[in-house]
Each structure stands twice: as C-alpha cells, then as structure tokens.
C-alpha cells in the first residue's frame, strides 16, 4: 500500500490510497492519519480510486480516521470508490456513515461547504 498525502489548504487533505487497505496495512494507514490530524488537518478525503482491495480492518481503520477527525470537529469523505469498496462499504453498512463522492474534487468541495 502507498499513501499520498496532499493538501488543500492548512485544514484540509486528500489522501490518496494505493493497492490494499487490509489487516496487513490498516495499522499503517492510522499511522499517517494520526500524523496527518496532528499537523492541524480537520477535513480529509480519502481517495480510494487505486485502490485495489480493502477488508474489515481497511474499513476500520478509515472510520478510526473519522473519529478522530470529529474529534477536533472534523469529518471526513471518501472519493472515487470502486465496486470492490463499495460492496464492502454497503455490507457493512458505513455506505450510510460515511459520504461517497464520485471524483475528488466534489468530495473535497463538500467538506467546506
């Protein structure tokens, strides 16, 4: 898994996730939020477009990310999901917690607004 971090300004990211969100790189991905969220960032969109496989501990470690983010009153979206999240997402369930945008720019427009 690669994780790319870029921001939209000193409150907001787009983090960009590349190849498996699983039990093996869930702990990896908290990792980077936690860093991300420290820097200040309270509005953060999770680019899942490259994606190629996420599992319960991929889903666990994004809504880990949203509470933290809401934390500091922060929230968090995800951008260009694929068949294989959005299954995931609707089975179980967080298709109803979590917002799902079709392109980053959308996604990212909407935590501002």
Do not use: H, W
Request: proline share 1%.
């Amino acid at each position: 898994m690669n994780i790319t971090i870029n921001a939209i300004s000193p409150t907001q990211a787009v983090v960009q996730v590349d190849g498996r969100l699983d039990a093996e790189t869930a702990d990896s991905f908290k990792v980077k939020a936690k860093e991300v969220a420290a820097t200040g960032v309270k509005y953060v969109t999770v680019d899942i477009g490259k994606l190629t496989f996420i599992d319960s501990s991929g889903l666990s470690a994004i809504v880990s990310t949203l509470k933290l983010l809401r934390q500091n009153s922060g929230s968090l979206n995800l951008a260009c999901v694929g068949t294989q999240a959005n299954t995931a997402l609707r089975l179980t369930m967080l298709d109803k917690v979590l917002s799902k945008f079709d392109t980053v720019d959308e996604a990212t427009k909407s935590l501002v607004s």
